[in-house]
């Protein structure tokens, strides 16, 4: 009888065993990898102490600012994903025509000097332009390209969304070259703000002071700005609720007397709009445009959009920051513990590892969950 019992308890364990596939140990020995390394590597830097705390706060300030362009596109991702089911793939072509849109203007002022002699007022009209071009170019691609794949199910949509992405791409080519311009450079990016100043006057070994270069507190407050009245508009507007219920049934939307085709159209320009403002924000960071630009932001920002949980704006906003966060602290606390030469190289790598680890082992996200569970 004992063997009979015994033979019993084990058939759970076979039958656990027989359901762990070769798929899953692969799985779980890259999980097993990485977190050797980010632990590892997280160890070894701070054991190392190379980097000083004024350093570490630069670069979560940097990846701050990555963060918020990231946000900003992968909110453009989040709004056409709800309503239409469609991953815009040249939504980072977008935002190229804004950032270039806004450099023959920024070029402009910065010529006439008044880009430095009211600022506030330069940026704005860049901001204007920009945000004008990308949500023109948004509207007539759904117009034109996605309309009328609306209601195609299958690979059709995607490959038409890509075919965008490439039109976009080699028309900025044939009508500006292939060569990369240089943004403006403003008097007033170069002042950096004084947060805290640690060496008291007169000090013999004066400590760095904590600052922030001025562009990074612009980029990361519009941004927020942008975020935060996007949010109103689809949380507490007739339009933002017609939008929320075409994302949850567009049949029912409609046969309510919801203008689906009105809806659709104000979702790319809202997200046109923010594409434009992102690239205004990323040639101000990283100085140069050229027609390939928005490729691989716009790649990132999708993961980061994946990241937070497609289809969720808080989710975007959420992943865009973490991303970019990671983004930039990664490879100096990741990588320089391991002994890896010129880790910040490897800062791409880091962040398409991480979208990786997200699909993975989380597929709906960060709120993708939550949000899905709140919608039942």
Request: net charge positive.
């Amino acid at each position: 009888m004992a063997d009979v019992a015994a033979g019993r308890s084990l058939i759970p364990r076979l039958s656990t065993l027989s359901r762990f596939t070769f798929v899953d140990v692969i799985l779980w020995a890259l999980r097993i990898g990485v977190t050797i390394v980010v632990v590892g590597g997280t160890i070894g830097t701070l054991y190392k102490g190379r980097y000083v705390a004024t350093q570490w706060f630069d670069l979560v300030m940097f990846g701050l600012t990555l963060g918020s362009v990231y946000a900003l596109i992968a909110l453009g991702y989040t709004m056409v994903y709800g309503v239409l089911r469609l991953i815009n793939f040249a939504h980072g072509d977008i935002m190229m025509t804004g950032a270039f849109s806004g450099y023959f203007i920024a070029s402009a002022l910065d010529y006439s000097g008044f880009l430095n002699s009211n600022p506030i007022l330069a940026m704005g009209a860049i901001l204007a332009v920009a945000v004008a071009t990308s949500t023109t170019i948004a509207v007539l691609t759904e117009r034109f390209a996605y309309r009328p794949f609306r209601h195609v199910r299958g690979l059709a949509p995607l490959i038409c969304a890509i075919g965008v992405s490439f039109f976009l791409e080699q028309t900025f080519r044939g009508l500006f070259g292939p060569s990369i311009h240089s943004y403006p450079d403003p008097k007033w990016e170069a002042k950096p703000i004084v947060l805290y100043n640690f060496s008291a006057p007169g000090a013999e070994t004066p400590i760095p002071p904590l600052t922030v270069p001025t562009v990074d507190v612009v980029v990361i407050a519009l941004a927020i700005v942008a975020m935060l009245v996007l949010y109103t508009i689809i949380q507490k507007t007739r339009m933002g609720t017609a939008m929320r219920a075409v994302s949850e049934d567009t049949d029912a939307a409609a046969m309510m007397g919801i203008d689906v085709n009105k809806v659709v159209v104000f979702t790319f320009a809202l997200g046109g709009a923010m594409a434009g403002i992102a690239g205004v924000f990323y040639a101000f960071v990283f100085k140069q445009v050229y027609f390939f630009m928005g490729f691989q932001p716009g790649i990132k920002a999708f993961g980061a959009a994946v990241l937070g949980g497609i289809g969720s704006i808080p989710g975007a906003m959420l992943g865009g920051f973490f991303l970019g966060v990671v983004e930039s602290v990664g490879p100096a606390l990741f990588l320089d513990g391991i002994g890896i030469p010129a880790p910040y190289q490897l800062r791409d790598l880091i962040a398409f590892t991480l979208l990786i680890m997200v699909l993975i082992f989380r597929p709906h996200g960060i709120l993708g969950e939550r949000m899905a569970k709140k919608r039942a």
